[in-house]
């Protein structure tokens, strides 16, 4: 009985350990023949919606005043006084006085002039006088004695003549007394000064060095690639000069993009716009200054494109997109690339809303390759 035990059990559980593993395979073998592997590469895809895109145009130059002069003095003599703001790096409102130069002498051909007017004046008077009463005696005489020097008509007119030229002296006096003053032609940053008090100064010698501050300018060059999406018309186009050296704070101003200058470069094949900004120095406004110098930023938008797509550039691949058609099948669209947009693509394309478009290619894809569809997303162009 023992040898039966000792040889039946193993040979039972042998049995039983076959019998199992004979199922499992056949349940296997079962579900296998039920469930074939599906080896379609999986995608995502998305869809998208056109828009109409505002082209933002970005490029660089240098901030510079919008005229600069060189003062000079009108007339001669020793400076008297000066402003004190009237030095470099000073800056002064137009029509303030800059400097001084003495006015003795000045002030004395004033009164000369005055006198010399009030003296032709008095000349043109007694020849009228003369010449009423030479009318009247010629009302006596035969007409052949009454010519135009009897009735002193050539008297008046030199009268009249030397009451204008002392008008004209008088004119002179005043504009010569005035110009001992000098002015501010503008708001102005002072850039250099070359007087000071007690020197004397000959009439049109240089002063000083003055830049015009109620206005700046950036010329700025531009690509080819942005000259296209320029907009039509200049003067009224509106942009941000933000200055572009400052690591602490950004300091921005509106101003409007003013004209081209109307020459391309021939090495860079570039054209070049001019921006310009009103009060960069904050005179008015209290705004931080934009110096003169300084490297800006300008930004503005161009034109509109219409019925644009907005598309990731990992999208792209040999110019083209891939949809998906009803069997879930690859299908190349061929796209135009109009505009890079930092990570994105402007594009123009033969889609359209419902069109799926393929987020994740399979390593080789194909025409007609059949795919899984694992996600739906819908990708709508962000306007700028």
Known sequence: MKWIIKIGLPVLVLLVGFGAMKGVTALGEEEGENKPLDTRPTVKITQLTPVAYPVEIEAFGELSPLESTNLSAQ???????????????????????????????????????????????????????????????????????????????????????????????LKIAK?????????????????????????????????????????????????????????????????????????????????????????????????????????????KSGLPALKFGAYTQVQFVGKTLENIYKIPQELINKRQIWVLDSEDKLIPKAVTVVREVGSDFLIRADINSQDRIVMTLPEYPQSGMAVKVIANEKLVAKQP
């Open 175 to 283: 504009r010569d007394l005035a110009n001992c003053d000098v002015k501010a032609p503008y708001d102005a940053l002072i850039v250099s000064r070359n007087i000071g008090s007690g020197d004397f100064v000959a009439a049109g010698s240089t002063a000083a060095l003055l830049y015009n501050i109620e206005m700046g300018e950036v010329v700025f060059p531009l690509a080819r690639f942005d000259q296209a999406f320029l907009p039509g018309q200049f003067g009224d186009v509106e942009a941000t000069i933000t200055l572009m050296n400052r690591q602490d704070d950004i300091i921005s101003r509106v101003g409007t993009i003013h004209r081209d200058t109307g020459i391309v470069d021939t090495s860079t094949r570039m054209t070049h716009l001019v921006a310009r900004v009103d009060d960069p120095y904050g005179i």
């Open 75 to 169: 007339v001669s003599g020793e400076i008297t006084s000066w402003n004190p703001q009237f030095l470099a790096g000073g800056i002064v409102k137009r029509g303030e006085i800059l400097f001084s130069i003495e006015k003795d002498a000045y002030e004395a051909a004033l009164l000369q002039a005055e006198a010399n007017l009030a003296s032709a004046e008095s000349a043109l008077i007694q020849e009228k006088a003369q010449a009423r009463v030479a009318e009247r005696e010629a009302a006596t005489l035969p007409d052949a004695q009454v010519t135009d020097l009897y009735l002193r008509k050539p008297q008046i007119l030199s009268a009249q003549a030397a009451l204008k030229a002392a008008q004209a002296q």
